[in-house]
């Protein structure tokens, strides 16, 4: 069973700057590599979206954060980041840790990012 553990997350103002790390256990480093990971963040009221998605060395992001946000991986660390830049009021939300495999999907407990204004 993965399990996945987020940090990073907390009170930062408006144009400031945060990293969210992803930790995963109970897979291998060789399945960690080669499935897809991403970060998906959910606000007060609104559905669950997807914020980045990393699968090999191809990323790709949510219009709303191209440009500011970066995804990466440690494959050997079996690790997930998000580099936040820039970040907006309405980036406050709670940040979601996904690893999906080709029948399942696994999730983290969220980190909570709150950007004031």
């Known amino acids: 069973q993965v399990q996945l553990v987020e940090s990073g997350g907390g009170l930062v103002q408006a144009g400031g700057s945060l990293r969210l790390s992803c930790a995963a256990s109970?897979?291998?480093?060789?399945?960690?590599?080669?499935?897809?990971m991403g970060w998906y963040r959910q606000a007060p009221g609104k559905q669950r979206e997807l914020v980045a998605r990393?699968?090999?060395?191809?990323?790709n992001y949510a219009d709303s954060v191209k440009g500011r946000f970066t995804i990466s991986r440690d494959n050997a660390k079996k690790m997930a980041y998000l580099q936040m830049n820039s970040l907006k009021p309405e980036d406050t939300a709670v940040y979601y840790c996904?690893?999906?495999?080709?029948?399942?999907?696994?999730w983290g407990q969220g980190t909570q990012v709150t950007v004031s204004s």
């Open positions: 109970g897979t291998s480093r060789s399945i960690f590599s080669i499935n897809d």
């Open positions: 990393i699968t090999g060395g191809r990323t």
């Open positions: 996904n690893f999906h495999m080709l029948h399942d999907d696994y």
